[in-house]
T-cell receptor
């Protein structure tokens, strides 16, 4: 099946800086994308999502950008805080049907240095 | 609401033993699913259900069985555990329909020796 991958397995930033986590996807028919945050010892937690008919969506301190031309997804975290340290996963859903099977990327470990 | 709950939190099995990982949700979600998470592999879908009495296979279903007799519960059964099933297992639930948020349980860490 199609796979979702991440450019960088680890990212280290200083507190207060902006973070950008990237994700490449290969299924051009995917119509829905999600970013999850997973803290150590916990289950993934929803951060933000975006549909394929959009190219940008903003939440609280987070922005997701979707470039369908190059099949690239990014998560931007503004003013990164120590509490943002976690593994971040992107996930995609293929088009069609109410079936909600997601394909997850391998994850990027974000470390925020105080 | 308790959200998605999973038991046990940790489990050690010997090869060939069987066990059931429990998952329950109190949000009346139609869709429930099981994932396994291995280092460097991300989350992979094992089985999923779109409602009581309806289940289907995901990406890695071999060695696992599921059933969905109620909306709330979605147990995952390992009939004969193998070391390759050592992993962290996550249950998730959501309403059906695009855009509904998927909620994950806290996970079960399983070791098969």
């Amino acid at each position: 099946g199609e796979s979702v991958g991440l450019h960088l397995p680890t990212l280290s930033v200083q507190e207060g800086d902006n973070s950008i986590i990237n994700c490449a996807y290969s299924n051009s028919a995917s119509d829905y994308f999600i970013w999850y945050k997973q803290e150590s010892g916990k289950g993934p937690q929803f951060i933000i999502d975006i549909r394929s008919n959009m190219d940008k969506r903003q939440g609280q301190r987070v922005t997701v950008l979707l470039n369908k031309t190059v099949k690239h997804l990014s998560l931007q975290i503004a003013a990164t805080q120590p509490g943002d340290s976690a593994v971040y996963f992107c996930a995609e859903k293929g088009s069609g049907g109410s079936n909600y099977k997601l394909t997850f990327g391998k994850g990027t470990l974000l470390t925020v240095n105080p | 609401n308790a959200g998605v709950t999973q038991t046990p939190k940790f489990q050690v099995l010997k090869t060939g033993q069987s066990m059931t990982l429990q998952c329950a949700q109190d949000m009346n979600h139609e869709y429930m699913s099981w994932y396994r998470q291995d280092p460097g592999m991300g989350l992979r879908l094992i089985h999923y259900s779109v409602g009581a009495g309806i289940t289907d296979q995901g990406e890695v279903p071999n060695g696992y069985n599921v059933s969905r007799s109620t909306t709330e519960d979605f147990p995952l059964r390992l009939l004969s555990a193998a070391p390759s099933q050592t992993s962290v297992y996550f249950c998730a639930s959501r309403r059906t329909g695009l855009g509904a948020e998927q909620y994950f349980g806290p996970g079960t860490r399983l070791t098969v020796t």
